[in-house]
């Protein structure tokens, strides 16, 4: 479980995050949505360790991770993963490479015994006869499973995504959705997805959190959000609904 509290983050004395709480679950998917420059990039950062909060607390299960020492968060973001944007491969890097970069940073394994964890974590994401690639050999598809194999390599607790299908097609955004959401339950992982695709939401939205200029506007499930009042959630389903059907329409 990871818990925000009070959480504040300001740039250059303008308020990016206001004052949000919320509980993201262990086990599930749990996803921050919101419109471009709405807050949920920063939000997620900042839950990660990756902008540094003016006020508030980030826990990891009972751990506050804001006030730990620079030594004591190495310690839990070994417990941590992370998909990014674009996916983050190394380019000069073979796919098995990318793969076994955090086990060569972090543990003390023995080449075969990293190795064999590589290829269980590839298999695990349908990534087969792939090993020697370079990144853009790829298509976009087999770059987020590959992303998503690093991530999972260190088997972490945590599990951050980034817009993991940002550039993809609808059917691998589903692929890509169905596999976070495989393995966050498969292995008990507590998952925070950033995402603006309402496809994302509808399919593994178990917990969504819906940022609004900066402050916490709504929090339900994907089961919720079809039947909420809540105008500013309305409003973005809508626009998100009419921006896929305009980018369908240019195909």
Request: aromatic share 8%.
């Amino acid at each position: 479980m990871i818990r925000a509290e009070n959480i504040i983050k300001s740039f250059d004395g303008r308020v990016v995050l206001d004052n949000i709480s919320a509980t993201f679950d262990t086990g599930q998917t749990n996803l921050i949505i919101g419109q471009s420059g709405s807050g949920k990039t920063v939000l997620l950062k900042s839950l990660v360790g990756l902008h540094d909060i003016d006020s508030g607390s980030v826990y990891y299960d009972d751990t506050d991770f804001t006030i730990l020492t620079y030594n004591e968060k190495k310690n839990i973001r070994r417990d941590v993963g992370m998909i990014f944007q674009g996916g983050a491969l190394l380019d000069s890097s073979t796919v098995v490479e990318n793969v076994k970069l955090p086990l060569d940073l972090f543990t003390d394994m023995s080449n075969s015994e990293k190795m064999d964890r590589v290829h269980f974590c590839l298999k695990r994401v349908n990534i087969n006869n792939a090993d020697s690639l370079y990144p853009s050999e790829l298509s976009g598809g087999m770059i987020k499973r590959v992303a998503i194999a690093r991530a999972i390599v260190m088997n972490p607790k945590y599990l951050f995504c980034d817009e993991p299908n940002s550039g993809l097609d609808p059917k691998t955004s589903v692929v890509i959705d169905n596999l976070i959401k495989e393995i966050t339950e498969e292995y008990n992982i507590t998952t925070i997805v950033n995402t603006h695709d309402m496809n994302s939401v509808l399919e593994i939205g178990e917990k969504v959190l819906f940022i609004y200029e900066g402050k916490k506007w709504w929090e339900g499930t994907k089961h919720d959000i079809m039947n909420t009042d809540n105008q500013e959630l309305n409003d973005f389903v809508f626009a998100s609904a009419m921006a896929k059907r305009a980018k369908r329409a240019l195909k």
